[in-house]
């Protein structure tokens, strides 16, 4: 849910609750009426404005989207519903690429290659179950990059703790 507030002419502040997908209609509604808004979110401001020839102009809007989109992860899963990530920033791998801190902090820089290892991890637990139990695994990196992506299939494929099986690599 977003919370709207508006002020009316008549100088009556009225607020309300709307759906995050109402949202945008809602927002494009109120800002015909009036010549400015202003959003604000957590961690973001946009700005409407509409000069007297009839010329609009939207500063800040990326940031509300952002922020909006932040916002939407968050109604899914409750307001403090902490990530789901397979890894958490805390493995020496993880550390030692320079994707987190020593103390397990994801740098801010690293956010997208952090969730892109955790998606693509997903994905490998996702067809763990039809990989054969014994035997030896042939893994091909391609060479591409910095090798990321391998890293986490040979951390997960070795150190798997849900089922404790072990893979011999090459």
Not at 29 to 40: A, D, P, T
Not at 90 to 107: M, P, T, Y
Not at 112 to 137: A, C, H, M, W
């Amino acid at each position: 849910m977003i919370k709207l507030e508006y002020l009316l002419e008549d100088g009556k502040n009225i607020r309300k609750n709307v759906r995050l997908e109402d949202a945008g209609k809602t927002i494009a509604e109120l800002s015909s009426s009036y010549k400015q808004g202003n959003l604000i979110l957590d961690g973001a401001e946009a700005q409407y404005l509409t000069s007297k020839k009839g010329k609009t102009t939207l500063s800040g809007i990326r940031r509300a989207e952002l922020a909006l989109e932040s916002e939407a992860a968050r109604e899914l899963g409750g307001a403090d519903r902490e990530k789901n990530y397979f890894w958490h920033g805390g493995e020496g791998w993880l550390i030692a690429l320079g994707i987190s801190d020593k103390n397990g902090r994801v740098h801010d820089k690293r956010q997208s290659k952090f969730r892109q290892i955790n998606r693509f991890t997903e994905l490998l637990d996702d067809v763990y179950g039809e990989l054969p139990e014994t035997g030896t695994l042939n893994v091909c990196d391609l060479c591409c990059g910095k090798s990321y992506l391998s890293f986490a299939v040979y951390e997960y494929l070795t150190k798997d703790k849900k089922t404790g099986r072990r893979h011999a690599l090459r």
